[in-house]
């Protein structure tokens, strides 16, 4: 499947002709849902779920569906009736052709005297897997990992560690719109093999609008 990063921590997969679109929020580039098959949202954060764009992409799609926590169905099941469906850890299903699998439970801590919410990841296809706002672990193998390279509830050794936990093939990064270009060369620094190290995983980001097979 290609995947095409859409700004943040959005991507859009496609394979066979239908389009499969992942954590289109305040962020990403403002066409991320349009135009998608299925849609999941990790979470409800705003720079993961744009409540006003998706809804303006699903009007514009009668028969796109979302996949998605509570938190966010909630929000959006009472005006498209029979489109959004609610799932949570251990569930599996199909979208669009894709094959999808659900991990974690809970937001990353940011501080502990704020709330934690919900949030889930998702494998796809067996060969992907975004993990939203968290370092789960979803205890399989998989080839590219969506790698949350910087958030107010993460720190660089952290996420090395995570990367050295999964061991993916790849790890593509995500969650990185608060960064300026200074940043994101520094994080390119230290995780490519100059860096600390993080095993035989091959780490890489792509600007908004590139893509790669995966």
């Known amino acids: 499947m290609e995947l095409i990063k859409k700004g943040h921590a959005c991507v859009r997969l496609t394979k066979d002709g239908r389009t499969l679109v992942i954590d289109p929020g305040a962020f990403s ?68 052709g894709f094959d999808v699998e659900v991990h974690g439970e809970l937001h990353a801590v940011i501080h502990p005297d704020m709330p934690r919410i919900t949030n889930v990841g998702y494998v796809v296809d067996g060969a992907l897997f975004h993990p939203g706002d968290a370092l789960t672990d979803p205890d399989r193998p998989v080839g590219t990992l969506l790698l949350p390279v910087h958030a107010p509830w993460n720190k660089f050794s952290e996420i090395v560690d995570y990367v050295r936990q999964v061991g993916p093939d790849r790890a593509l990064a995500v969650h990185d719109g608060l960064l300026s270009p200074a940043g994101l060369a520094v994080y390119g620094r230290n995780l490519s093999p100059q860096g600390p190290g993080i095993g035989a995983t091959e780490y890489a980001r792509l600007a908004p609008g590139e893509s790669v097979t995966v």
């Open 29 to 96: 580039e403002e066409d991320a849902a349009v135009g998608a098959d299925a849609v999941l949202i990790t979470h409800e954060h705003p720079d993961h779920f744009d409540e006003g764009r998706l809804r303006a992409a699903l009007d514009a799609a009668p028969g796109a569906e979302i996949w998605t926590l509570r938190s966010v169905a909630e929000q959006l099941s009472g005006a498209f009736p029979g489109r959004v469906h609610t799932v949570g850890r251990g569930d599996t299903f199909s979208a669009a």
